[in-house]
Antibody, heavy 117, light 107 residues
Framework: QITLKESGPTLVKPTQTLTLTCTFS??????????VGWIRQPPGKALEWLAL???????RYSPSLKSRLTITKDTSKNQVVLTMTNMDPVDTATYYC?????????WGQGTLVTVSS | AIQLTQSPSSLSASVGDRVTITCRAS??????LAWYQQKPGKAPKLLIY???SLESGVPSRFSGSGSGTDFTLTISSLQPEDFATYYC?????????FGGGTKVEIK
């Protein structure tokens, strides 16, 4: 059974750095072709793709957010970590991690992050 | 970045109706398109991948078609549990962009 779960702070202040962890089970991020991505969704708005890391440590980022994002993996812990610097209220959203084999066939439940002073 | 334009942005339909949602890409993406269903407060659920392949466990009333720049998601006979928001996503290029969504509401 494949599961993913996001964890991290629910509230961050403007200018702070957000660190989110995706802990997964049921698959290995050392398997060829497998990736874990991050997607966010502001309240009432559409999905926005953020970043993706592959089994071979290849990393891809949204160009509009690339300067603020870092994605890493810890294969031994079955975790993927996303950091986003210089948080702003417009970054308030539900953040999802998802298993990627091209498309995203398994998703975490999401975690709502609010940016407010 | 490739832009995906979904239409309509919302629609009202009745149980039993045939519903069609379109997704147009700003450049060709071959068949590298997926469709997701999202219900309020829930994560998206994969329905269709590779433009026309039905994800395991998804009812056969859902179907996808298209290639290149124009794609369609069809629900052949709308059921009460199908009222939700639908998103397309391309995975031919990075960033793997999503469409703006189509909300299917009860008429």
């Amino acid at each position: 059974q494949i599961t993913l779960k996001e964890s991290g702070p629910t509230l961050v202040k403007p200018t702070q750095t957000l660190t989110l962890t995706c802990t997964f089970s049921g698959f290995s991020l050392s398997t060829s072709g497998v990736g874990v991505g991050w997607i966010r969704q502001p309240p009432g708005k559409a999905l926005e793709w953020l970043a993706l890391i592959y089994w071979n440590d290849d990393k891809r980022y949204s160009p509009s957010l690339k300067s603020r994002l870092t994605i890493t993996k810890d294969t031994s812990k079955n975790q993927v970590v996303l950091t986003m610097t210089n948080m702003d209220p417009v970054d308030t959203a539900t953040y999802y991690c998802a298993l990627s084999t091209g498309y995203y066939n398994y998703w975490g439940q999401g975690t709502l992050v609010t940016v407010s002073s | 970045a490739i832009q995906l334009t979904q239409s309509p942005s919302s629609l009202s339909a009745s149980v039993g109706d045939r519903v069609t949602i379109t997704c147009r890409a700003s450049q060709g993406i071959s068949s590298a398109l997926a469709w997701y269903q999202q219900k309020p407060g829930k994560a998206p659920k994969l329905l269709i991948y590779d433009a026309s392949s039905l994800e395991s466990g998804v009812p056969s009333r859902f179907s996808g078609s298209g290639s290149g720049t124009d794609f369609t998601l069809t629900i052949s006979s709308l059921q009460p549990e199908d009222f939700a928001t639908y998103y397309c996503q391309q995975f031919n290029n990075y960033p793997n962009t999503f469409g703006g969504g189509t909300k299917v509401e009860i008429k």
